[in-house]
């Protein structure tokens, strides 16, 4: 046999003995098992070409094909953006911008009677943003309140708060009361009064 006869897949009928799988046709002593590379493509085709071009039966110089690009699933797009969307406005809301003060005032009784309780009430205009107001009241007699807290919703663009302040006894007394807002950022504001009995 010649080395222009050889192909890997062509066998002498003498490598087979015994059982075996039937071959899908007979040429004298030679058995072809599929298609195979047989020594006439391998001579037409030169040197050049694989194993798996003349497989697949890919002319010599053809350049080889690009693998099909996966299909995007466009169908969902729609929805995904609309989703996208809705989450960054619900982001945006929460942690966007929060309140801005544009005002505080403090508005007091004109003058308190004996044994009177005080309603000194301040009030704050906001830009009408959600959040929350961080506050507490200072007193002339040298006392303070705890910090306190006041959220507002979207769109209410005043907060009123009150200090309930009373007084015992006769006597006349100056009081001032100072509002100090801490957040979102630092407003004060006071009023002053005057207690009178006896």
Known sequence: MSDDDYSATELGSHWFEGPGPEP?????????????VTAAAARRAGNTPTAVEIWHGTPPGTPPSRPPRPRRPRRHALAALVL???LAF??????????AVR???????????????????GVVRTDGRPGTLTYHWERS????????????????EEARLHLLWTFHGPGVHRAVARLVITSPAARTAEGTFTYRCG
């Not at 007979?26 to 599929?34: H, N």
């Not at 005032?105 to 004109?110: M, N």
């Not at 007699?141 to 209410?156: C, K, M, N």
């Open 90 to 99: 619900l982001a945006w809301r929460e942690y966007g911008p929060r309140v």
């Open 141 to 156: 007699d040298g006392t303070r309140s705890a910090p306190l807290r006041e959220t507002l919703a979207r769109g209410q």
């Open 103 to 121: 005002d505080v005032a403090v508005t007091v009784p004109g003058a308190l009677g004996c044994d009177g309780t005080a309603d000194v009430v």
């Open 24 to 36: 899908d046709r007979r040429e004298g002593e030679v058995l072809r098992f599929g298609p195979g």
């Open 84 to 86: 996208v969307a809705v």
